[in-house]
Each structure stands twice: as structure tokens, then as C-alpha cells.
């Protein structure tokens, strides 16, 4: 990035946050800085592991993947570290069970996610196979070299190896799902991998087992549409309609990267992510018998937190980010753990979002209790009490981003004409009300906006919170 003042290249400082680094390509996820990058994370690895290390190296469809992988594998085949090389497009839970499969040492993941198309980014996955914890990616940045550093001669140095992970990825799911049932149950299924890393995986497993699947956006396009890969409400609306063409019984969506999940009931209605991960909580316990736990972000919706106390199920809240929901997956603490942003995984899984196992999950359900989702979240609404969460953003001027970081480092006592009766602090500033609603207030760490999570026990009392929540910002 050149000095606008004087004309000097400046360097990029490469920060890992909650899912590694992301940036948009040509300004600075430039090939100089994926070297210093990958570089940065060679020298953690060998740091780990001075002798005989693999890494696993794969990426999403985006624009020059297989350019940045070729980069990440020189690189480190020029440190001594084996490159596990995956050829196609794969899904980043995939690439995590990979890890776990093959016993390597890491993996390096060219994914931007749900992020538009002119952004890329690197993840990186440690040996279990999860994201990557802060004081890793704290070391990796430490190791990141200011300047782009040279190749040292590759003679003498490891191979690529060549690694399709799809056969054992698919194999696990066939373990963690039951696909026979919904063949059995005549379940109709639509699926979205919008134009994403999941085309292949998630149809493939159904239709192998005989299940009426159809596809939409099943092919390569770097530009996934001219817009996000988000599995969101708003961008769904093919699926909705080869759904009406099908009479399908549900539509499953996955991200760029198939972390994240968008499901669509029968009669086109989307079900937001806090309501899927909250049935299929209820449904592994009734399904499976699991009842070691429950794992849900801070800013999650509190029908899991009701749920839990339904089933007698210890409930673990965690700050944003899936990476602390893994560790809990790795000790065997929950059946479940989800995030409202779309990310969830299972007990015995990979500590890793996964999107594909989330939409083959919510299948197995509807064809197990032969109801439609809408259904199924009324009759558990009437079990434990409803719940209506929403998400908002608001961007902030200097002047009052600055004042209200300073009003959330005060504890309010009442709010909304309520008094607080809990104030949580693992991420942001929650405030849980007398009446069982909450609002949780993030600051964006990139960009100058203010994240509100907002959960009341109706549609009405939503909608006045909400604009309580937005006044308490401005006021």
C-alpha cells in the first residue's frame, strides 16, 4: 500500500481475527502479503514441529485459489513441511476433518467464507482440526515477516502431496446423519450450495442414498452471483422457487465455504439460524439421548438457555467466535454448540462450523418427526416459551463511537423502563431484563459499527425493544 504523502510503500500489518485473515484482493490480499502470511505461519508450524510436519492446503472457488494454494505450498515444501494439497474446491469442515483424518499438523484455508466475492482470506486450522485459538494466531502474526521474504532453493525439500478429502468427510457424515431415514420417509430436497465449496457434498450424500435432491447455483463462479455467498433470507429466493417446482419438504443452503447454513421450510419461510440450532438441540436429545451439554454464544438466542433447563442439560455460554465453542466439542462437554451468525457442530464432529452437517441434520429431523420445521417451533415455543431475536448494525461517528465506549464500561441498572436483573460481560455488554428479554451490545474491532442483538418473548415487545436498544445508542 503506497504512502500517499511521500510515495513510500507501507507494509500491510496482518491481523488473524475471529476466522483468520480476510482482506480484499489487489488492495491487500496481494500475492506479497499471502507469502509473508503463509511464511508467518510455516515458521509457527515448524516452532511446533522442527521435524517431519504436514500441513493440509486448500481453499473455497474464489478468484486465484489455486494460484495462492501453488504460493502456500512452495513455501512451505521451502521449509521443510510437507504440503497436503487439495486440488478442488473443498468445504472448510472438510478441510478440518481432514486434518483430523490424515493426523497433519495444521491446515492453511484460501476462504473468505460468506464475504463478497473481491475479498479472500487464510484460516488456519491447528492439529485438532479447529480454528485456530488467539494465542495462536497471536505467535503466527509475531512470525509474519515485515518485508516479503525470498524462497530459499527447494532442493532437497518435501513434495506436495496430492489429498482428496471428500471420501472420508462424507463417510463421517454418514456416521453423524441418518441419510437412510430420510430416504425412507420420502423426504423431497432442495439444496443452494451457492456456487460455493459445498457443490457436490451435500447432494451427493443424499442422492447416493436415493433421496429426491435438486440443485440451484450448482456450478463455479468466482463472483457467486455478483453478491455475498450468504446463505440469508433475501438471497434465496431461487432455492424458494425450485422448491414450488419440486413441493419440496425443506431447502438447504450452504456459504462459499460451507460453514454456515440456510435452511427454508416447506412453505418458503426462512428459519433464522437461533431457531435451527435451538430444534435440533431439543431434537439430539430426544434422537440421540445426548445430555452432556449445550454450548451457544453470548449473543444466542435464550431459548437454548430454556431449553437447557427443559431437558436438565448444562448450558455453557461462550464469547462470539466458533473457535470456543470447538474446545468444548474436543473435551466432550455438549451434544451441540451454535452461534446466531449461522455456525453450529456436533458432539463427536469436528470443532468446526459446519454448514453441510447442519442442513442434512435439519432433513433427518423433519423426516424423523414427519413435521414441517414451522410446526416443530410452535409445539417447542408452547414447551418452553417464544422467543424473537434480531440482529442489527449501526454505524457510528467518531464522536459518538467514542461517547457510547464510554457508557458500556457502566453497569446500567434499568433499561427499557426495566430493571436489569443480569449483566453479562464475555463479549460486549449483554443486559438480561426482569421479564426474561435482552439486548447485547459488540463494537466492531474492524469498522465503525455497533453490532445489537436484541431477544424478546414477542413480535411487539421485539419491536419496541429494538427501538429502545437504538435510542440507548444515540441518546
Same mark, same amino acid.
Given at each position: 500500500m503506497p504512502n500517499p504523502v511521500i510515495g513510500i510503500p507501507m507494509t500491510t500489518q496482518i491481523k488473524f481475527g475471529t476466522s483468520?485473515?480476510? !482482506?480484499?484482493? !489487489?488492495?491487500e490480499f496481494t500475492f506479497a502479503n499471502v507469502r509473508r502470511a503463509v511464511h508467518g505461519i510455516a515458521r509457527y508450524v515448524k516452532s511446533q514441529k522442527p521435524q517431519g510436519a504436514r500441513?493440509?492446503?486448500?481453499? %473455497?472457488?474464489?478468484?486465484?485459489?489455486e494460484t495462492f494454494c501453488s504460493i502456500a505450498s512452495e513455501i512451505l515444501a521451502s521449509n521443510g513441511i510437507t504440503p497436503l494439497v487439495i486440488g478442488e474446491a473443498a468445504p472448510t469442515p472438510a478441510i478440518?476433518?481432514?486434518?483430523m483424518h490424515e493426523k497433519a499438523d495444521g491446515a492453511i484455508n484460501f476462504t473468505a467464507s460468506h464475504n463478497p466475492p473481491e475479498y479472500n482470506?487464510?484460516?488456519?486450522?491447528?492439529?485438532?482440526?479447529?480454528? !485456530?485459538?488467539?494465542?495462536?494466531?497471536?505467535?503466527?502474526?509475531?512470525? &509474519?515477516?515485515? +518485508?516479503?521474504?525470498? &524462497?530459499?532453493? #527447494?532442493?532437497?525439500?518435501?513434495? =506436495?502431496? #496430492?489429498?482428496?478429502?471428500k471420501p472420508a468427510y462424507l463417510a463421517r457424515l454418514r456416521e453423524a446423519v441418518d441419510v437412510a431415514g430420510i430416504q425412507k420417509a420420502g423426504l423431497? $430436497? $432442495?439444496?443452494?450450495? *451457492?456456487?460455493?465449496?459445498?457443490?457436490? @457434498?451435500? +447432494?451427493?450424500? *443424499?442422492?447416493?442414498a436415493g433421496v429426491n435432491v435438486a440443485t440451484v447455483h450448482d456450478y463455479r463462479d468466482v463472483l457467486f452471483g455478483n453478491h455475498a455467498p450468504e446463505p440469508d433470507d433475501h438471497l434465496l429466493e431461487p432455492l424458494r422457487e425450485k422448491m414450488r417446482e419440486k413441493k419440496a419438504h425443506i431447502g438447504i443452503a450452504t456459504d462459499? +465455504?460451507?460453514?454456515?447454513?440456510?435452511?427454508? %421450510?416447506?412453505?418458503?419461510?426462512?428459519?433464522?439460524?437461533?431457531?435451527?440450532i435451538a430444534l435440533l438441540f431439543d431434537y439430539l436429545v430426544e434422537s440421540r439421548g445426548w445430555?452432556?451439554?449445550? =454450548?451457544?454464544?453470548? =449473543?444466542?438466542?435464550?431459548?437454548?438457555?430454556?431449553?437447557?433447563?427443559?431437558?436438565?442439560?448444562? *448450558?455453557?455460554?461462550?464469547?462470539?467466535?466458533?473457535? @470456543?465453542?470447538?474446545?468444548?466439542?474436543?473435551?466432550?462437554?455438549? !451434544?451441540?454448540?451454535?452461534?446466531e451468525s449461522a455456525g453450529l457442530s456436533i458432539r463427536h464432529h469436528v470443532p468446526e462450523k459446519d454448514g453441510i452437517l447442519a442442513g442434512l441434520l435439519c432433513c433427518e429431523m423433519v423426516a424423523h418427526r414427519g413435521k414441517s420445521l414451522g410446526r416443530q417451533l410452535q409445539e417447542l415455543f408452547a414447551k418452553v416459551g417464544s422467543f424473537y431475536p434480531i440482529r442489527e448494525n449501526f454505524r457510528l461517528t467518531p464522536e459518538v463511537k467514542a461517547k457510547f465506549t464510554e457508557k458500556l464500561r457502566v453497569d446500567p441498572t434499568a433499561f427499557f423502563g426495566q430493571q436489569v436483573s443480569e449483566v453479562v460481560r464475555k463479549?460486549?455488554?449483554?443486559?438480561?431484563?426482569?421479564?426474561?428479554?435482552?439486548?447485547?451490545?459488540?463494537?466492531s474491532g474492524t469498522e465503525p459499527v455497533v453490532r445489537v442483538y436484541s431477544e424478546a418473548p414477542s413480535a411487539q415487545e421485539l419491536q419496541k425493544l429494538s427501538a429502545a436498544a437504538k435510542q440507548w445508542i444515540f441518546e
Open positions: 483468520g485473515w480476510r !482482506a480484499v484482493m !489487489a488492495e500441513v493440509v492446503v486448500g481453499r %473455497d472457488p474464489r478468484f486465484l485459489g478440518s476433518y481432514a486434518v482470506g487464510i484460516k488456519f486450522s491447528t492439529p485438532d482440526g479447529a480454528p !485456530a485459538l488467539p494465542e495462536v494466531t497471536k505467535q503466527i502474526e509475531k512470525e &509474519i515477516p515485515d +518485508d516479503e521474504p525470498s &524462497i530459499p532453493d #527447494s532442493k532437497g525439500k518435501p513434495s =506436495a502431496q #496430492s489429498l482428496d478429502p423431497r $430436497v $432442495v439444496f443452494d450450495p *451457492l456456487w460455493g465449496a459445498a457443490r457436490g @457434498y451435500s +447432494d451427493s450424500i *443424499l442422492r447416493e462459499g +465455504d460451507a460453514d454456515r447454513f440456510g435452511i427454508v %421450510d416447506e412453505d418458503g419461510t426462512f428459519l433464522q439460524p437461533n431457531y435451527i445430555k452432556n451439554g449445550v =454450548a451457544k454464544s453470548v =449473543a444466542t438466542t435464550n431459548f437454548i438457555n430454556a431449553l437447557a433447563r427443559h431437558h436438565q442439560v448444562e *448450558l455453557h455460554e461462550t464469547p462470539v467466535g466458533f473457535k @470456543y465453542i470447538g474446545e468444548l466439542i474436543k473435551q466432550d462437554k455438549i !451434544a451441540i454448540g451454535g452461534e463479549d460486549g455488554l449483554k443486559l438480561v431484563l426482569a421479564n426474561g428479554s435482552w439486548v447485547c451490545y459488540r463494537l
